[in-house]
C-alpha cells in the first residue's frame, strides 16, 4: 500500500547512512527528495510543504548534527511528524447515550459508501449489536437492490422503499422504525455526490437536520489524488463531518490522501476498508500507519488480527506440538486456514516488518493455497497423520481427488517436510499461534 | 458550440485553480522562480512530477534560446501538443465490440450507459452485455441503462462467467446485426492479479466469437484520483492493451491535469470524457476544445 512511498524514503535515507556528520546541504538535499517522493505519493501541496519545512528545521538543528547516526535521526523525525500529522492516537465512533446511534455516510460516486455500509454492520453486528441499514440513495440505478444483496449477506436488515422517494423522508421513517423495533445501530446509506453539485450538497444538510446523526463519515478512496483536500474540506465545511472511513486500502496506491485530510480538516481517519469481501472495517491507527509509511511493518496490527483468530487454546496445543514434532499434515491445514482468517494474504504479508517493499512484486495467489488445502482434503486421516505412509499410488488417488497432478501432491508433502525439518530447529520464543517458519513456500 | 459550452463550465473548478493561479504568474517576467511556481501549480493539479517538468523544462530551454514573451501563450502550445492525439473512436467493423475496464467506484456503468444513449441517438442498434457479475446488484443497474436507451441486454446469473456472458452477447448481437456491443466488467483493483488474468481471459474469448474483437479496449479513470491512476493503466495495459481512456467526474475535479500525464507517461489518447451528470455530459475528447476551455477568459 504505502510501499511506494517507503522505498523512496529508503533510498533517500541510504545516501545518508553513509555520512557521519549531517551538512546542511545534504538536509536540503534528503528534504528535496521527501517532497518528491510525497508529491508524488499524492500527499497535497499544502500538506508537503507544511510538513518538509517542519522536517528540515529540526533536522538542521543540533539534534541531527551531532548524533553520530543522522539518517537515523532524520527518520525518526520524520516518523514522528507523520504521527503528528496524522493524530495520535485511533478514534472509534462514540455511541449515543440514546439509542440509536446514528451513522450517516457520505462522498463522492464510487468511493465506496455502500460497501463500507455493509462492514460497518458487520462490525457491530459482530459485537452482538442490532444496526439497521437505510437506502436512502434513491440516485444511481440499482443501489437499492445493491444495499439489500449487501445486508443479506451480513445477515441485517435493510430499509427500503420505492426508488424517487424523497431521501431526507426516507431517513426519517427510517429512524422511527428503529425506535419501535430497538435497533440500536441506524446507519444511512447516501447518494454519491460531487462536493461541488450544491442541490445535493443541502439534500445532505437536510437529512443532517432532520434526523441529527451523531457521526458523520466521509468516504474517501485512498487513491484520491490533489483533489482530496478539496473533497474534504468543502464536505467539512457544508455538512461538517465527524471522521473519514479510507477505502480501497488494498490497491497500491501510497495513500497520501490519508495525510492530507487529516491536516486540512483536523478530523480522523476512523475506518479503512481492505478488499471487497464483507469482513470488518480496519481500524486506522496513525503510529501503525507511520511506521508503514517508513518500512517499518506493522506488526502490532498483525498480532491483534492473530489474536482474533487463534483460540488461545489452540495456540498452546500447537507449541506443544511445535516442542514435541508431531505437527502433522491435519495442523498444516489448521494452521493455513486461521492464517487465512485474518483477511486477505496480500494485506496480511504487508504488516510483516521488512517484507513490506520486497513483496511489491510477489503475486500471492490465493488459488494455490486453495489447492493446498484440497490435496490435503484429499488424504484420509491416517494419511493426514503420517505422511512417511504416502506411496505411489496414495499419491495419484490424492492427485484425482483434489483435481491436481502427482507433481503437486509431491510437491505439498515435500514442502511440509521442509517445514518438520525447520521446526525442530525452532523451538520456543515468538508470538503465540503465529510460528509458521516454512509458510511463504506454499504461496 | 453547445458542448463547448458545458465543458468550459464542467471545467470552471479547473480553470479557476490551475489558471487561474498560473494568471498571476503570466504578467511576470520568465525567470527561474516563475517557472517554479508554475511547476508546483502543475504539480497541484495532477499533472504529475514527470509531465510537469517536461512542459517546464521545454518551455526553459525556448526561454533561453530566443526569450518567452507570452507564457500562456507557451503554456497552452506545450500542453495542447502533448495532448495531441484525437483519435476518437472509429468504427471499423461490425458489430464494434467495446470492452470497458476500470477499478472499482469510477463510473464504468454509468459511462456504458451514456455511450449506449449517444449510440442509439446516432440510429444504431446496441447490445451490452452485463459482464459484471461480481458486485451486487451490478446486473441491475446495468439493465435499467439497457431499458432507458432502448439497448439489448445480454446477462446470466450473478456470480456466472463473465467471459461467457461476453462470448454470448457478442454472438448474438452478430445474429441479430446489432451495430455495437459494449461489454461491461467488475471493477478490479489492478493490484489484484488473478482477476487481472480474468481480464485476459474475457478480452481473449471475445476474440474468439468474433476475430479482431475486441476492437476498443477502454479503461476508464476517475478524474479525482492522483497519480496511481498512471499504475492503473500501466497494469490494466499490460493485461488487456488498451486502446484508449474514458476519464470521468473531471467535473468535480479541481484539476484536469491527469490526461497530461497519462499522455506523457503511457502515449494513451483520452477518448471520451465525462464533464457532468446528465446522459449527454460524455463526449469525444478533443484536445483543442480542451485546451482552449482550460484558458478561456484568463
Not at chain 1, 183 to 203: P, S, V
Not at chain 1, 244 to 271: E, H, N, Q
Not at chain 1, 384 to 395: E, P, T
Not at chain 2, 63 to 76: E, F, H, I, Q, Y
Amino acid at each position: 500500500m504505502f510501499e511506494s512511498l517507503s522505498e523512496k524514503l529508503d533510498g533517500v535515507f541510504k545516501k545518508l547512512k553513509g555520512r557521519a556528520l549531517l551538512k546542511e546541504e545534504d538536509v536540503a538535499a534528503a528534504m528535496k527528495e521527501v517532497r518528491m517522493a510525497l508529491l508524488e505519493a499524492d500527499v497535497n501541496f499544502r500538506v508537503v510543504k507544511d510538513f518538509v519545512e517542519k522536517v528540515r528545521s529540526r533536522a538542521v538543528g543540533k539534534e541531527v548534527m551531532e548524533s553520530i547516526t543522522p539518517g537515523q535521526q532524520v527518520v525518526k523525525i520524520v516518523n514522528d511528524e507523520l504521527v503528528s500529522l496524522m493524530g495520535k492516537t485511533h478514534s472509534g465512533i462514540r455511541l449515543a447515550p440514546n439509542l440509536p446511534t446514528i451513522i450517516m455516510m457520505i462522498g463522492l460516486q464510487g468511493s465506496g459508501k455502500t460497501t463500507s455500509v455493509a462492514k460497518v454492520a458487520k462490525t457491530y453486528k459482530k459485537e452482538g449489536r442490532r444496526p439497521l441499514l437505510v437506502a436512502a440513495d434513491t440516485q444511481r440505478p440499482a443501489a437499492i437492490t445493491q444495499l439489500q444483496t449487501l445486508g443479506d449477506q451480513v445477515g441485517v436488515p435493510v430499509y427500503a422503499t420505492r426508488e424517487k422517494d424523497d431521501p431526507v423522508r426516507i431517513c426519517k421513517d427510517a429512524l422511527n422504525k428503529a425506535r419501535t423495533d430497538g435497533h440500536d445501530i441506524l446507519i444511512l446509506d447516501t447518494a454519491g455526490r460531487l462536493q461541488i453539485d450544491d442541490d445535493l450538497m443541502k439534500q445532505l444538510q437536510d437529512i443532517k437536520s432532520t434526523v441529527v446523526p451523531n457521526e458523520v463519515l466521509l468516504v474517501a478512496d485512498a487513491m484520491t489524488g490533489q483533489e482530496a483536500v478539496n473533497i474534504a474540506e468543502t464536505f467539512d465545511e457544508k455538512i461538517g463531518i465527524d471522521g473519514v472511513i479510507l477505502t480501497k486500502m488494498d490497491g497500491d496506491a501510497r495513500g497520501g490522501a490519508a495525510l492530507s485530510i487529516m491536516w486540512v480538516t483536523g478530523k480522523p481517519v476512523k475506518f479503512m476498508g481492505v478488499g471487497e469481501k464483507l469482513d470488518p472495517l480496519e481500524p486506522f491507527y496513525p503510529d501503525r500507519m507511520a511506521s508503514r509509511i517508513l518500512g517499518m511493518g506493522d506488526v502490532l496490527s498483525l498480532i491483534e488480527k492473530a489474536q482474533d483468530v487463534v483460540e488461545e487454546k489452540e495456540a498452546i496445543e500447537l507449541e506443544k506440538k511445535l516442542r514435541t514434532n508431531t505437527f502433522t499434515l491435519e495442523d498444516l491445514r489448521d494452521q493455513m486456514r486461521q492464517v487465512r482468517k485474518m483477511g486477505p494474504l496480500q494485506s496480511v504479508l504487508g504488516m510483516i516488518p521488512g517484507l513490506g517493499p520486497n513483496l511489491k512484486n510477489v503475486d500471492v495467489d490465493e488459488s494455490r493455497l486453495n489447492k493446498v488445502e484440497a490435496i490435503i482434503n484429499s488424504m484420509t486421516k491416517k494419511e493426514r497423520r503420517n505422511y512417511a505412509i504416502i506411496k505411489g499410488s496414495r499419491r495419484r488417488r490424492i492427485a484425482n481427488g483434489s483435481g491436481t497432478t502427482v507433481a503437486e501432491v509431491n510437491r505439498v508433502l515435500k514442502q511440509y517436510i521442509q517445514m518438520k525439518k525447520m521446526m525442530k530447529k525452532f523451538k520456543g520464543g515468538g508470538i503465540k499461534g503465529m510460528k509458521l517458519p516454512g509458510m511463504p513456500k506454499f504461496m | 458550440m453547445a458542448f463547448f459550452d458545458r465543458l468550459k463550465a464542467g471545467l470552471a473548478k479547473t480553470r479557476s485553480n490551475l489558471v487561474g493561479r498560473a494568471s498571476s504568474l503570466f504578467s511576470k517576467p520568465v525567470d527561474d522562480s516563475v517557472l517554479e511556481d508554475l511547476e508546483e501549480i502543475l504539480i497541484m493539479s495532477d499533472v504529475g512530477p514527470a509531465a510537469a517538468n517536461e512542459i517546464i523544462e521545454s518551455i526553459r530551454s525556448k526561454n533561453a534560446k530566443g526569450g518567452v514573451t507570452d507564457l500562456k501563450a507557451a503554456l497552452k502550445a506545450e500542453m495542447a501538443n502533448l495532448l495531441n492525439d484525437d483519435s476518437g473512436l472509429l468504427m471499423v467493423d461490425r458489430p464494434f465490440v467495446i470492452m470497458v475496464v476500470g477499478v472499482n467506484g469510477v463510473g464504468k456503468t454509468t459511462s456504458i450507459g451514456k455511450m449506449s444513449k449517444k449510440y442509439y441517438d446516432e440510429g444504431m442498434q446496441v447490445t451490452l452485455a452485463a459482464g459484471d457479475t461480481f458486485r451486487a446488484a451490478a446486473i441491475e443497474q446495468l439493465e435499467i441503462w439497457a431499458r432507458r436507451t432502448n439497448a439489448q441486454l445480454v446477462k446470466h446469473q450473478s456470480g456466472s462467467d463473465p467471459a461467457a456472458v461476453a462470448y454470448d452477447a457478442v454472438i448474438s448481437a452478430s445474429a441479430r446485426s446489432s451495430d455495437v456491443v459494449i461489454v461491461d466488467t467488475a471493477g478490479r483493483l489492478h493490484t489484484k492479479s488473478n482477476l487481472m488474468d480474468e481480464l485476459k481471459k474475457i478480452h481473449r474469448v471475445i476474440g474468439k466469437a468474433m476475430p479482431h474483437a475486441p476492437h476498443e479496449v477502454l479503461l476508464v479513470l476517475d478524474a479525482t484520483t492522483g497519480q496511481n491512476a498512471l499504475q492503473q493503466a500501466k497494469t490494466f495495459n499490460k493485461m488487456t492493451a488498451l486502446t484508449g481512456i474514458i476519464l470521468t467526474k473531471l467535473d468535480g475535479s479541481a484539476k484536469g491535469g491527469i490526461v497530461l500525464a497519462i499522455k506523457k507517461e503511457l502515449g494513451l489518447p483520452v477518448k471520451l470524457i465525462g464533464v457532468g451528470e446528465g446522459v449527454e455530459d460524455l463526449q469525444d475528447f478533443n484536445s483543442t476544445e480542451y485546451v482552449e476551455a482550460l484558458f478561456q477568459d484568463v
